[in-house]
């Protein structure tokens, strides 16, 4: 069964903290990516990676940063979270760009922001 | 640019009523992806369907059915006798390479939220 896996389904915070979220998945995909929803909003692209070490800026990457050091995992980092960061963040993997399928989704991390 | 609009926010039906959720795109390309996604309350985003823009033919899935039309722009949902079990987030997207690749990123809709009463 393939799966994505993200570290924390809840995390609650306090505004200038360095928040960390981890995302793994067992699929040997190339591409991973961050995705924020919020109601209304639908999903956002936040950062995304195709390969190890590379990553593009998605939609909404102020305040965000990636790191991707090995193929499996996926970082999302909130350098200082602020109260606006209070979110739900999914995590998804695809395979390489000419693959036309679908992305795979974590459950998500439920960020707090205090 | 590319864009999903899911106009519906939310949606409340009665059980074994039929429900359309409906989707409208905008893109530039001749070849792109459309997808529906259903999220059940665990947060998971489970797929439903992958659908090319040179297939143009509807599909159904048991209670569940797809209707594309390339002329409005338009990939709707239809749940025929709704259960308890499709309340849910519904989310319509959109992948199109927009001149260079899109290693395979999808562009969401707000998302509709269904929900079936017993």
């Known amino acids: 069964d393939v799966k994505v896996t993200q570290s924390s389904r809840y995390l609650v915070k306090r505004t200038g903290e360095k928040v960390f979220l981890e995302c793994v998945q067992d699929?040997?995909?190339?591409?991973m990516f961050w995705y924020r929803q919020d109601p209304g909003l639908g999903l956002r692209l936040i950062y995304f990676?195709?390969?190890?070490?590379?990553?593009e800026k998605g939609d909404i990457p102020e305040g965000y940063s990636v790191s991707r050091e090995k193929k499996e995992r996926f970082s999302l980092i909130l350098e200082s979270a602020s109260t606006n960061q209070t979110s739900m963040y999914l995590c998804?993997?695809?395979?390489?760009?000419?693959?036309?399928?679908?992305?795979?989704f974590g459950e998500g991390s439920r960020l707090t922001v205090l | 640019a590319q864009k999903v609009t899911q106009a519906q926010t939310e949606i409340s039906v009665v059980e074994k009523e039929d429900v359309t959720l409906d989707c409208v795109y905008e893109?530039?390309?001749?070849?792109?992806?459309l997808f529906w996604y259903k999220q059940p309350p665990s947060g998971e985003l489970v797929f439903l369907i992958r659908?090319?823009?040179?297939?143009?033919q509807n599909e159904i899935s048991g209670r569940y059915s797809w209707n594309f039309q390339k002329s409005t722009s338009s990939f709707n949902f239809t749940i025929t006798a709704s259960q308890v079990v499709d309340s849910a987030v519904y989310f319509c997207?959109?992948?199109?390479?927009?001149?260079?690749?899109?290693?395979?990123?999808?562009?969401f809709g707000q998302g509709t939220i269904l929900t079936v009463h017993p």
């Open positions: 990676s195709y390969d190890v070490k590379m990553k």
């Open positions: 659908r090319n823009s040179f297939d143009e």
């Open positions: 998804a993997s695809g395979r390489d760009s000419a693959n036309t399928g679908e992305l795979f």
């Open positions: 699929m040997d995909h190339e591409n």
């Open positions: 893109t530039r390309d001749t070849t792109y992806y």
């Open positions: 997207a959109l992948r199109s390479n927009a001149g260079g690749t899109s290693y395979g990123k999808l562009t």
